[in-house]
């Protein structure tokens, strides 16, 4: 999606990311570390929410810079 809006992960300034549970914080912590650009980590929020369905875990609303 980052590509197809014109940019990259690099380019991230603000990342609000909504779990079902606070229990799966841990978790995700791991796997958006592993994600996000070290160099460029963006601002962030992380709380919880009941989200669009019960199949849904995470909601995850991205700001990004365009790419010069």
Same mark, same amino acid.
């Given at each position: ?16 990311? @909504? ?10 912590? !791991?796997? @958006? ?11 962030? !929020?992380?709380?919880?929410? !009941? ?13 990004? !810079?365009?790419?010069?």
């Amino acid at each position: 999606m980052l590509a197809k809006a014109g940019t990259d992960k690099s380019r991230l300034l603000q990342a609000t990311i @909504w779990l079902a549970s606070m229990d799966d914080f841990a978790e995700m912590n !791991a796997v @958006w570390d592993a994600w996000v650009d070290p160099e460029n980590a963006p601002a962030r !929020a992380t709380g919880e929410s !009941a989200l669009a369905t019960s199949e849904h875990k995470v909601e995850i609303i991205i700001v990004a !810079a365009l790419n010069d």
